[in-house]
């Protein structure tokens, strides 16, 4: 039986090196010229974006998507805040995760709980220390009208007797779902707003 | 557990010192005169068998015809306490010796009492309201208060 011994090259290597030389050179003259940008979405996408609006709305849009309450928590109304606060009710959904310690950075003042006279200056002064615009949610009966404490000799009947109060949220403590829906109201309040209101 | 100490335990001792001091003595408590409370306090502080170092509470009642202070003191070293009582007849002007020297720890407590009960502890250091404001009328746990 015969053996062939003749190396079996499908391609030799100069073969191959000329192919990839032509390929490349190919690859080379065919893009002189940079592919243009997939542009044609832009002005489709720009004609969908632009909203013409006024002035008021987009204020008061942007007033009421992130409210931010200033701590003032004087009792224990302060624990069904606490958790509408936390995960399970999430007031993130309203952009108002945020306690601020400073009422300079604050624009809403949630009153959960007895005031006494004794603390009833300084729950003023840190209302006036908050930047306008400002809001209020009386929350619970005491903040609304002293609950069960009215009678007392120190607990101040209702908070709107030292600072205007927005919205009124009964219940004793009210639970979470009704101060969310305290908040939803004062969002409708906010948005009927207008700048050239006073 | 603390040892609760009746008040016959303490009052032969207290007759030897201070006599006609104590009014009556039973199981639970010692009912002293006011003006003999001070010094009833200080000797139960300082005797070396009874070396009540510390002061639980003072409290105040009111039972329209005197003013009732109840002091408990205890013991680090022997593990005991005391009920200790007084009384005080004149609505007007109730007054008692202040045991703030013997006990820091009575100082908010009196003046506590002073705001809310309109006892006057003499010798107090710094007898004025804590809970209620300067130019509050009146004592509202009185109970002839409003």
Do not use: Q
């Given at each position: 039986m015969e053996v062939d011994i003749t190396p079996r090259h499908i391609y030799s290597d100069t073969e191959l090196d000329r192919t990839e030389g032509e390929a490349i050179e190919a690859l080379k003259r065919s893009t002189q010229q940079p592919i243009p940008d997939p542009d044609r979405w832009l002005d489709e996408e720009l004609r969908r974006n632009i909203l013409l609006t006024s002035l008021d709305t987009i204020l008061n849009w942007a007033r009421r998507s992130s409210l931010w309450p200033v701590i003032c928590f004087p009792a224990c109304c302060a624990f069904e805040l606490i958790a509408a606060n936390?995960?399970?009710?999430?007031?993130?959904?309203?952009?108002?995760?945020i306690l601020r310690a400073s009422p300079r950075q604050a624009?809403?003042?949630?009153?959960?709980g007895t005031l006494t006279w004794k603390m009833a200056p300084q729950v003023k002064r840190i209302y006036e220390q908050m930047a306008e615009p400002k809001w209020v949610i009386a929350m619970g009966a005491c903040g609304i009208s002293?609950?069960?404490?009215?009678?007392?000799?120190?607990?101040?009947?209702?908070y709107n007797r030292i600072i205007p109060v927005d919205v009124y949220v009964p219940g004793c403590p009210p639970r979470p779902e009704a101060l969310i829906h305290g908040i939803r109201m004062l969002h409708h309040k906010i948005s009927k707003r207008s700048i050239t209101e006073g | 557990m603390t040892l609760a100490l009746s008040g016959q335990e303490v009052v032969a001792k207290l007759e030897q010192q201070f006599?006609?001091?104590?009014?009556e003595s039973s199981e639970n408590n010692l009912l002293v005169k006011s003006e003999s409370i001070f010094d009833v306090a200080e000797y139960l502080k300082s005797s070396p068998e009874l070396d009540?170092?510390?002061?639980n509470y003072i409290a105040a009642v009111d039972y329209y015809n005197y003013f009732e202070l109840v002091y408990q003191f205890t013991s680090m070293k022997h593990n005991h306490s005391l009920v200790l009582k007084t009384r005080c007849y004149d609505r007007e002007n109730p007054a008692v010796p202040s045991v703030v020297r013997l006990w820091q720890g009575a100082d908010f407590q009196e003046r506590e009492i002073y705001d809310l009960m309109g006892i006057s502890f003499e010798g107090h250091p710094n007898l004025k309201r804590i809970l209620l404001w300067q130019g509050f009328e009146g004592h509202p746990l009185r109970k002839d208060y409003l």
């Open positions: 936390a995960s399970r009710f999430d007031l993130s959904r309203f952009g108002m995760e624009d809403l003042m949630i009153t959960a002293g609950g069960i404490f009215r009678s007392s000799y120190n607990v101040v009947p209702g | 006599p006609g001091s104590v009014i009540f170092d510390y002061l």
